[in-house]
């Protein structure tokens, strides 16, 4: 028994004098700076019992950040909902006699801090930091501390994130395809080392720093070393001075993570391997730009794009963003629509590999809950070319919701994913959402979709450009007379053999979907398969006569709609301005666009 009891006198006054030492080590000191309030997410492998970690830190104008161990994470939730904390844009005002140790990279106030929009003449002068298109500077940080390097040269580093050699897919390539070549994200400029110091110059892209820093001193306090490096290295203040955005490479095995960024700034951290796999990149990157995370049932499990997991692949796998991230980026705004209450869009959807810039069916829309900031988003998930690795939902019409209206920082919950035939409804501030997916699936590049929120009126077929006979009887009969006698009202069971070049309305028609009267068909089914002469047309409710095939008799064809004009101000003569259906007159008629 005396054994056992010295045995824990003795492990007791081990464990005391090693907090004791840990005490002597910590490096404190009154915090007395200003600091910009960013939000940190950490990203953990796939599989792990940990998934997802988010704090705030307060960053200094040099650079440097300190986790804020004072909130919590329903108070930083509170906060982002509310709108009084944004990450880059938001201050953080510090109550006096807040401590930050240096040891932890951790900042200790008595209360949570207050929250004030960041002034005009502070760091970065208050602007949002995610510009998302034009030319972007990019500097690799490699890391040589003081038990451990990056397992990477910067050449290498410099390949894998802008293709400099032969690493064809890369940060780089992913995101000029994703964009459409409206993000390109290059290496930043060549630069001299300061005289004297350690480290290398910048050259393509990539750089590398000495610490003094152990890996098991964590990746927070590596971080801060790293940062006061480069502003020594280079005679700098912050290196935001060095790039737009900087990537530092960590040595293996210095934190518990494989990434990090921080949201709408400058910053992402790898651990070693990760600084060269491609989704990772896209995904801390696509942080800076301020783009929040894909979730389906959980963080990170909606694997239809980069917001999603990272995968430890190099060249994979090759995607780009959900709707609700393509949404907030602005490269595809010249193809994107907003359903609002009483809206029907039954036509084609495209996907985000089509050109965005070029006139088309809408490669994104957006439903619209007027009592709420969180909307529904859908897009068509075609796997092909740079979306060719898609993980989940390849082929399928995807909907998910996320909040901010669509313009800031939000998760999104991926809710549906159907395939052809699918059917999705829900209810939108009181009134039914029903998505109907028309024709999806592989070698279908444009999906055909059906939507309709709230009570949707059927779209009324367009009457030809010239009627000339008045139109059928308030009753019909229920098939023509077996021997009309044109041009009596009731029209002949076959037209002449020349109609004119101009035709007159056609002939009254029955009140039966068939091949003379193409209009009264209002299903695709009716018309592509007991009417082999109509076509539908995707887009309009309505049926064409098909001119391929051929008819039993030739019927007159109706003049074609007018083509719209694309500019000038909304008119009766100028149907093509019209941009909605509120605004489309009484003098021209609405099919997703005014004619």
């Keep these: 028994?005396?054994?056992?009891?010295?045995?824990?006198?003795?492990?007791?006054?081990?464990?005391?004098?090693?907090?004791?030492?840990?005490?002597?080590?910590?490096?404190?000191?009154?915090?007395?700076?200003s600091c910009t309030g960013v939000l940190v997410d950490v990203q953990y492998p796939q599989g792990s019992p940990i998934q997802s970690d988010q704090y705030l830190a307060c960053e200094?104008?040099?650079g440097k950040a300190y986790k804020v161990v004072s909130v919590t994470s329903d108070w930083i939730k509170e906060n982002v909902a509310n709108g009084k904390l944004k990450s880059g844009e938001t201050d953080l005002i510090i109550d006096a006699g807040s401590m930050v140790d240096e040891s932890t990279a951790e900042l200790d106030t008595f209360f949570p801090p207050g929250l004030a929009k960041k002034a005009a003449n502070t760091p970065n002068n208050g602007r949002r930091l995610a510009v998302v298109e034009g030319n972007r500077s990019v500097l690799v940080v490699r890391v040589e501390a003081a038990d451990a390097s990056t397992g990477f040269t910067t050449?290498?580093?410099?390949?894998?994130?802008?293709?400099?050699?032969?690493?064809?897919?890369?940060?780089?390539?992913?995101?000029?395809?994703?964009?459409?070549?409206?993000?390109?994200f290059v290496p930043?400029?060549?630069?001299?080392?300061?005289?004297?110091?350690?480290?290398?110059?910048?050259?393509?892209?990539?750089?590398?720093?000495?610490?003094?820093?152990?890996?098991t001193e964590g990746d927070g306090v590596m971080r801060n070393a790293i940062t006061a490096a480069l502003n020594a290295q280079f005679g700098v203040t912050s290196p935001t001075q060095l790039a737009n955005h900087v990537m530092y490479c960590l040595p293996p095995n210095t934190m518990s993570g494989i990434a990090y960024a921080y949201i709408n700034s400058w910053n992402s951290v790898y651990s070693n391997q990760w600084c060269t796999y491609l989704s990772a990149q896209m995904h801390e990157i696509g942080h800076n730009l301020n783009l929040a995370h894909s979730n389906e049932a959980g963080t990170y499990r909606?694997?239809?794009?980069?917001?999603?997991?990272?995968y430890s692949q190099d060249d994979g796998p090759l995607m780009c963003f959900n709707a609700a991230k393509s949404w907030q980026l602005p490269w595809y705004n010249q193809r994107k629509i907003t359903i609002n209450s009483g809206d029907l869009y039954e036509g084609q959807l495209d996907s985000i590999i089509s050109n965005p810039d070029?006139?088309?069916?809408?490669?994104?829309?957006?439903?619209?809950d007027a009592a709420s900031s969180t909307d529904y988003y859908i897009n068509y998930n075609y796997k092909a070319g740079f979306n060719s690795g898609t993980v989940e939902g390849g082929n399928q019409v995807m909907i998910v919701t996320a909040g901010a209206?669509?313009?800031?920082?939000?998760?999104?919950?991926?809710?549906?994913?159907?395939?052809?035939?699918?059917?999705?409804?829900?209810?939108?501030?009181?009134?039914?959402?029903?998505?109907?997916?028309?024709?999806?699936?592989?070698?279908?590049?444009?999906a055909t979709v059906s939507i309709c929120l709230g009570t949707c009126a059927p779209i009324t077929p367009a009457p030809t450009q010239s009627p000339v006979t008045p139109p059928p009887t308030s009753s019909p009969t229920s098939s023509p007379t077996k021997s009309p006698v044109a041009p009596t009202k009731s029209p002949t069971r076959s037209p002449t053999a020349s109609p004119s070049v101009a035709p007159t309305r056609a002939p009254?028609?029955?009140?039966?979907?068939?091949?003379?009267?193409c209009s009264l068909c209002s299903e695709r089914k009716q018309c592509n398969s007991f009417n082999p002469t109509c076509e539908w047309s995707g887009k309009f409710k309505s049926c064409v006569t098909n001119t391929s095939d051929p008819a039993p008799a030739p019927a007159p064809q109706p003049a074609p709609a007018p083509t719209p004009t694309t500019g000038g101000q909304c008119s009766s003569s100028n149907c093509g301005a019209c941009l909605s259906k509120k605004t489309c007159p009484a003098s021209c008629t609405w099919k997703g666009v005014c004619y």
């Design 155 to 184: 050449l290498q580093l410099s390949d894998s994130v802008f293709g400099t050699s032969d690493d064809l897919v890369n940060l780089k390539s992913q995101y000029l395809a994703c964009s459409h070549n409206k993000l390109n």
């Design 302 to 310: 909606d694997q239809s794009g980069m917001m999603g997991y990272s």
């Design 188 to 215: 930043t400029s060549n630069r001299a080392k300061v005289s004297g110091a350690t480290g290398s110059d910048i050259s393509v892209g990539a750089v590398s720093v000495q610490v003094s820093t152990l890996t």
């Design 1 to 33: 028994m005396k054994f056992h009891l010295s045995f824990f006198l003795l492990s007791a006054i081990q464990y005391s004098s090693a907090a004791n030492l840990r005490t002597t080590q910590r490096r404190l000191k009154k915090f007395d700076e």
């Design 508 to 517: 009254t028609p029955s009140s039966v979907c068939g091949v003379s009267n």
């Design 358 to 368: 070029v006139s088309g069916p809408p490669m994104l829309i957006k439903v619209n």
């Design 405 to 446: 209206e669509g313009t800031g920082y939000a998760e999104s919950e991926l809710v549906a994913k159907l395939n052809s035939g699918g059917f999705y409804s829900a209810t939108v501030n009181g009134e039914p959402l029903s998505v109907s997916v028309i024709a999806a699936g592989a070698g279908v590049p444009q």
């Design 60 to 62: 200094t104008p040099s």
